[in-house]
């Protein structure tokens, strides 16, 4: 027999509190992100997720890149997130308000973090990676990813996963800086495409750019016409995916670009 009653149990603040530590418990917490973040950005309309790195400075170009970013997309009827942080973050968030647009920022709990940058107006924290990735793809229409390290890894081939195995549809990645992203676009065609890892469609999904205006006119044909985009854009003499779907798929510099399927695009389901 209990010797309490329940609403006594949970008034009386005495006794151990390690129980707020254990999975089951973990598990409320984790419901709450999820929740929280879908009742924040449910109603947030058309949205771009923009990623890159925290350490770039703002003297950096490609700070200069992600602020014209942040003010175009808004231009074009969207809403910029991204993570909160600083560096490019925060030049993509102060774009996007400078323009008059929403800026939103997915904060995530980290012992060097520096917390939300002054540029978001809707401001979420997490605990947990998992569920703040959720609401960067549940709520945005694409990715535009700048120059970044590790957590910028992350984002990107995640995402890649997600369309490769059409967890997501028309959702166009769109990479800039040629300069940076040209090693790794030549590893993935010359080493694991090679290898038979992934297939020539796979490589359709990436768009090489270092035009912001570019960029954006992906963004906005891909999601228009809900198929991924091919064509024969180029830039500083690459080939890259276009917004045409014509099937000229590569984006990757040093050979020809990848074909899908009976030399065209993969659609969705």
């Given at each position: 027999?209990?010797?309490?009653?329940?609403?006594?149990?949970?008034?009386?603040?005495?006794?151990?509190?390690?129980?707020?530590?254990?999975?089951?418990?973990?598990?409320?917490?984790?419901?709450?992100e999820f929740v929280e973040g879908f009742g924040m950005l449910a109603e947030l309309g058309p949205a771009i997720s923009v990623f890159g790195s925290a350490r770039t400075k703002v003297e950096d170009p490609m700070y200069a890149a992600a602020e014209r970013l942040g003010g175009a997309l808004v231009e074009a009827g969207?809403?910029?997130?991204?993570?909160?942080?600083?560096?490019?973050?925060?030049a993509a968030n102060k774009g996007a308000s400078q323009a008059g647009g929403v800026s939103v920022g997915l904060g995530i709990e980290l012992p060097f973090e520096q917390g939300m940058n002054p540029w978001v107006d809707i401001g979420l924290n997490f605990r947990y990676f998992f569920a703040?990735?959720?609401?960067?793809?549940?709520?945005?229409?694409?990715?535009?990813?700048?120059?970044g390290g590790f957590g910028t890894f992350d984002e990107l081939?995640?995402?890649?996963?997600?369309?490769?195995?059409?967890?997501?549809?028309?959702?166009?990645?769109?990479?800039i800086g040629t300069a940076y992203w040209s090693g790794l676009l030549t590893w993935l065609r010359e080493t694991v495409?090679?290898?038979?890892?992934?297939?020539?469609?796979?490589?359709?999904?990436?768009?090489?750019?270092?035009?912001?205006d570019e960029a954006v006119e992906v963004v906005r044909a891909v999601e228009q016409s809900h198929v991924p985009a091919g064509g024969d854009l180029s830039v500083d003499g690459l080939a890259v995916d276009g917004p045409n779907g014509d099937g000229a798929g590569g984006a990757l510099p040093g050979g020809p670009p990848a074909q899908g399927p009976n030399g065209g695009p993969v659609s969705p389901d």
């Open positions: 027999m209990q010797t309490s009653t329940t609403d006594q149990r949970l008034l009386d603040t005495r006794g151990p509190s390690d129980w707020v530590h254990t999975d089951p418990w973990r598990v409320m917490r984790i419901q709450s969207y809403a910029v997130i991204t993570g909160g942080g600083p560096g490019v973050m925060e703040r990735k959720t609401m960067f793809v549940k709520y945005a229409q694409g990715f535009v990813v700048l120059p081939f995640e995402a890649l996963t997600l369309v490769q195995t059409r967890k997501v549809t028309s959702f166009p990645l769109v990479l495409l090679a290898d038979g890892k992934i297939k020539p469609a796979d490589l359709e999904m990436l768009h090489l750019t270092d035009d912001v």
